[in-house]
């Protein structure tokens, strides 16, 4: 388990790139939690660069966002060519902010910044593990 599984984003620290996974598989798509300032983090990271704390825990991405912009990705990393293209998202969820992409289940035309939307784990064949936004 670990890396070879997700190939949209780079994390920081090794460590929580494994645990992170693990969330994943888990069905929950997870960011980390400043203890000492209360900063929160997507992609996740070991060190708070606000307060230079590094006591983190872990918290859900989950709910509503609203697609804050969006782009569509003609070439991806290594293992997802397959997929493509797909449409690549930010979405704001108020005190922190999710980059990935969105479900092919979302028709393009109806993409539009300011909706909706909400995380849902994925997995795809040969083990892979994704998150991907649908309609909130
Ligand atoms: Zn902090």
Redesign the pocket.
């Known amino acids: 388990m670990g890396f070879d599984k997700f190939g949209i984003i780079g994390f920081t620290a090794q460590s929580k790139v494994d645990e992170f996974v693990d969330h994943l598989e888990e069905g929950r798509l997870m960011g980390t939690k ?6 929160l983090f997507f992609p996740p990271r070991a060190d ?6 590094s006591d983190m825990e872990w918290f859900e991405v989950k709910g509503k966002g609203k697609l804050l912009s969006y782009t569509k990705a003609m070439y991806g990393p290594v293992g997802f060519e397959k997929e493509l293209p797909y449409i690549l998202a930010i979405v704001d969820f108020g005190d922190y902010k999710v980059f990935g992409r969105m479900s092919k289940d979302v028709p393009e035309e109806e993409i539009k910044v300011g909706m909706e939307v909400t995380p849902k784990v994925v997995k795809l064949p040969e083990e892979r593990i994704i998150y991907e936004f649908v309609k909130a």
């Open positions: 400043c203890k000492r300032c209360g900063a708070c660069y606000r307060c230079l704390g």
